[in-house]
């Protein structure tokens, strides 16, 4: 309870709903636990149960049957030693029950937490603009003394370090993977940069690639740390700070060789704010200190971003293109994090914690998410100028093509990531994709037939996959099949045509059951729509009629000399609508 009263921001309030969802993991675990063993002593009690009636009823047989008494007192025994493990496991099973309910009331404790949270974070939302502590200039602010913040400090790191010898002894196996993952890559990064700069010498393109492979380590390093929330069953919010720590070192040597120089150092101090930021959050439960220490942060981010702005390396000619768009990000930075400080020391610490961390945290997503691409980007440069690559006709002759189309892939998938994750540090997320739900999913109807925008968004994706997934293929089989095979000429123009067209009609139909259109209802539009081409499209109909006869009957060929109405000359393609 008075550590969700403490929180003062959403971060911190994320942190205690992990560390309670983490225990309502594990009570579950200990739940399932229970009820195996409890279903076990069950079927065991039963078997018990048939055995000692079966007992029972013989010795009652052998006592009419006046059978020997040593076979008597051996069945006796036998039947009193299944009556005792059937009293043992009833105690078990009893047990178990008992745990069953301490785990249960344990549990609805948890959830009790975790309402309280939400509830919390919920009313942290609505009450931004109230004043929740006294401004910094008024006479009820009262320090902590070093003593205590000390201790508060260290408590919390011997928390957060328990927590993390806690994940690793249990998942031995899965740290050990990690480390040699981390060697694996290492090497096999160290081997390439040897092939990258062979390549850069001929390639300029690669020359981007190769000042990322210098560091092969530093690759590896940053894979290893990603990956670790979804290699490890569970991940306490202890190692995720570590993570964050952890990772600044590979992303901070991968970034700087990218930046202009006047830029490097305000790099290396958003690092460091970082570092501040984790020592803040290890005194939360000093209102004071951490509220003094974020008003430090602020201040240095203010002055990292004027640093930036004022920078001759934002001013030059060729970073022209993107100069607007980082001078408005930029601007919109320090307005929020003037903001934050202004928020901060009026007592709105919430408000301003919210925004200073916002601007912060979306700023060190914004460099990991370059620092990944840019890798991924290398990655993929070197790869197309690999051995396989050039066995690949199709890749090796559209390299160029391939490296742009997945540069922007990249690039788009790593904005939308950053978008995403920014909104909702700003506690902005759930009202976008409400508005984003109300404008695609609502309908307009027209008598029986209702349609949404993300219906039309549907039909048309539909039709361009179809139609890139159509191209892609007769790519492939233009280049890496037909050569291979000794097919007539035409034949493969026929085949491709045959494979495209095929494929934009399922893609069509496709599309329009996407739109929510039933088949009964397509049979009648493809019907009246044939209509309407039977009487207003002859010619091309009858131009398309002819395209596949001469496709497939294959009367005259590529490179045939022809001679129509008088005209002479050479067939150098055949169309389905013209040749």
């Given amino acids: 309870r008075n550590s969700v009263a403490a929180a003062s921001s959403r971060d911190a309030l994320g942190e205690l709903e992990q560390e309670w969802q983490e225990s309502d993991r594990i009570l579950k675990n200990w739940d399932d636990d229970l009820r195996r063993v409890a279903s076990i002593l069950e079927k065991e009690l039963e078997r018990l149960d048939s055995s000692?009636?079966?007992?029972?009823?013989?010795?009652?047989?052998?006592?009419?049957?006046?059978?020997?008494?040593?076979?008597?007192?051996?069945?006796?025994?036998?039947?009193?030693?299944?009556?005792?493990?059937?009293?043992?496991?009833?105690?078990?099973?009893?047990?178990?029950?008992?745990?069953?309910?301490?785990?249960?009331?344990?549990?609805?404790?948890?959830?009790?937490?975790?309402?309280?949270i939400v509830d919390e974070e919920a009313t942290l939302l609505n009450n931004l603009l109230r004043r929740e502590r006294p401004p910094l200039w008024s006479d009820s602010v009262y320090g902590t003394s070093v003593k205590t913040m000390v201790g508060r400090a260290g408590n919390e790191l011997s928390r957060s370090w328990r927590a993390i010898d806690h994940m690793v002894r249990g998942e031995l196996d899965r740290l050990g993977f990690q480390i040699i993952l981390f060697i694996v890559v290492g090497l096999l990064l160290r081997r390439a940069r040897l092939h990258a700069r062979d390549?850069?010498?001929?390639?300029?393109?690669?020359?981007?690639?190769?000042?990322?492979?210098?560091?092969?380590?530093?690759?590896?390093?940053?894979?290893?740390?990603?990956?670790?929330?979804?290699?490890?069953?569970?991940?306490?919010?202890a190692v995720y700070d570590a993570i964050g720590l952890l990772v600044l070192v590979p992303v901070l040597r991968l970034v700087s060789p990218l930046l202009e120089a006047p830029i490097r150092p305000a790099l290396y101090f958003l690092g460091g704010l970082y570092l501040l930021d984790w020592l803040r959050?290890?005194?939360?439960?000093?209102?004071?200190?951490?509220?003094?220490?974020?008003?430090?942060?602020?201040?240095?981010?203010?002055?990292?971003?004027?640093?930036?702005v004022r920078s001759k390396a934002l001013h030059r000619?060729?970073?022209?293109?993107?100069?607007?768009?980082?001078?408005?990000?930029?601007?919109?930075?320090?307005?929020?994090?003037?903001?934050?400080?202004?928020?901060?020391?009026?007592?709105?610490?919430?408000?301003?914690?919210?925004?200073?961390?916002?601007?912060?945290?979306?700023?060190?997503?914004?460099?990991?998410?370059?620092?990944?691409?840019?890798?991924?980007?290398?990655i993929i440069a070197l790869f197309l100028r690999g051995?396989?690559?050039?066995?690949?006709?199709?890749?090796?002759?559209?390299?160029?093509?391939?490296?742009?189309?997945?540069?922007?892939?990249?690039?788009?998938?790593?904005?939308?990531?950053?978008?995403?994750?920014?909104?909702?540090?700003?506690?902005?997320?759930?009202?976008?994709?409400?508005?984003?739900?109300?404008?695609?999913?609502?309908?307009?109807?027209?008598?029986?037939?209702?349609?949404?925008?993300?219906d039309v968004l549907a039909f048309g994706a539909t039709i361009v996959s179809a139609v890139l997934i159509a191209r892609f293929i007769v790519i492939m089989l233009e280049e890496e099949v037909y050569?291979?095979?000794?097919?007539?000429?035409g034949v493969p123009f026929a085949i491709s045509s045959v494979i495209k067209y095929t494929l934009i009609t399922l893609g069509f139909l496709l599309a329009v059951g996407a739109m929510g259109i039933g088949m009964d209802r397509i049979t009648i539009l493809l019907g009246a729509f044939g209509v309407g081409l039977g009487f207003g499209l002859q010619t091309i109909i009858n131009n398309f009629v002819s395209g596949m006869i001469l496709v497939f009957e294959r009367p005259v060929q590529v490179g045939d000399s022809v001679e129509v109405g008088g005209v002479k000359g050479r067939i150098t393609r055949i169309g389905i609508r013209s040749s």
């Fill in 52 to 116: 000692a009636e079966v007992w029972r009823i013989t010795i009652i047989e052998a006592q009419e049957a006046d059978v020997a008494p040593e076979l008597l007192e051996l069945a006796s025994t036998t039947a009193d030693s299944i009556d005792q493990v059937r009293a043992s496991l009833r105690d078990l099973l009893s047990r178990a029950f008992a745990l069953q309910g301490q785990v249960g009331r344990t549990q609805a404790t948890v959830q009790t937490a975790l309402d309280r």
């Fill in 199 to 237: 390549l850069s010498e001929s390639d300029p393109m690669i020359q981007t690639a190769m000042t990322i492979f210098e560091r092969p380590f530093s690759i590896a390093a940053l894979i290893a740390l990603v990956i670790t929330p979804r290699l490890y069953l569970s991940t306490p919010p």
């Fill in 281 to 308: 959050d290890l005194l939360e439960a000093a209102p004071l200190v951490s509220r003094l220490l974020f008003l430090i942060e602020m201040l240095i981010a203010i002055a990292i971003i004027i640093w930036v």
């Fill in 317 to 378: 000619p060729d970073a022209r293109k993107m100069q607007g768009t980082l001078r408005f990000g930029l601007d919109v930075a320090l307005g929020l994090t003037g903001l934050a400080v202004l928020a901060t020391v009026a007592g709105f610490v919430r408000l301003g914690v919210l925004l200073g961390t916002g601007v912060l945290v979306s700023g060190y997503l914004a460099i990991l998410i370059f620092a990944v691409t840019r890798v991924a980007e290398a």
């Fill in 387 to 454: 051995s396989l690559s050039e066995r690949i006709q199709v890749v090796a002759l559209r390299r160029d093509s391939i490296r742009r189309i997945s540069g922007r892939i990249i690039r788009v998938f790593g904005v939308a990531i950053w978008l995403y994750v920014t909104l909702d540090l700003f506690a902005l997320r759930d009202v976008v994709v409400s508005f984003l739900k109300t404008v695609f999913f609502t309908e307009l109807k027209a008598g029986a037939l209702s349609i949404s925008l993300s």
């Fill in 483 to 489: 050569p291979r095979l000794n097919l007539g000429r």
